[in-house]
């Protein structure tokens, strides 16, 4: 008889109960949703996402928090995955978060088929991505203001010596004393994109 501590120890795991670890400890959001898109079961971390208690997220569907501009795109993938055409997808889109401000999520879905290839499940996996997403349109933002000030603020003519400020072209003397506040010496002019004696 096997008396080691592994064989009688009360706390050895069973491939069912490391499963249901793995499942409900994940660092990212894991959840069992039915083909009609019923929450079947859900983990600490999609909880903690959508700010939803497992119990009311249970009693709900992923179309009830998605945001409607990005509910198309996702029932057309669990269309095309019912039909067989896909075996899994994987989509950025949108919750509502149970305060009402909207987060982003990375979505990877599969589907769990019967042995007569009847649909049973979907495993989805979820990722928060709304701190990479606010980055991503502050860079866009940031770009879109650098283009602003090149087209629309700035513009220097480089043949006629001139620049244009707030719609107004100026010589690019009276830019530089005016604007820019530096001092000119008598006779110092600037031509050719250099300053030389006018002599």
Same mark, same amino acid.
């Given at each position: ?46 909880? /903690? ?29 669990? /269309?095309?995955?019912? /039909? ?51 980055? /991503? ?63």
């Amino acid at each position: 008889m096997d008396s080691s501590p592994a064989a009688s120890s009360p706390d050895r795991l069973t491939p069912d109960s490391l499963f249901q670890s793995a499942f409900e400890f994940a660092a990212i959001g894991m959840a069992l949703v039915s083909p009609e898109g019923k929450w079947l079961r859900v983990n600490r971390s999609i909880c /903690e996402i959508t700010g939803y208690s497992e119990a009311e997220l249970l009693k709900r569907t992923f179309q009830d928090i998605t945001h409607p501009d990005d509910l198309d795109a996702d029932l057309a993938n669990v /269309e095309k995955m019912l /039909e067989g055409t896909i075996d899994n997808y994987q989509m950025e889109k949108r919750y509502f978060h149970k305060n009402g401000s909207i987060v982003w999520v990375l979505l990877s879905v599969s589907l769990v088929r019967s042995k007569s290839g009847e649909p049973l499940l979907f495993i989805s996996q979820i990722q928060d991505i709304t701190r990479q997403k606010a980055s /991503e349109q502050q860079l866009v933002q940031a770009a879109a203001e650098i283009k602003r000030l090149q087209e629309g603020l700035l513009k220097v003519c480089t043949w006629t010596k001139r620049i244009q400020v707030d719609g107004q072209w100026l010589p690019m003397d009276e830019f530089l004393t005016k604007h820019l506040h530096l001092k000119l010496t008598p006779g110092m002019s600037v031509q050719g994109g250099r300053m030389f004696d006018g002599r």
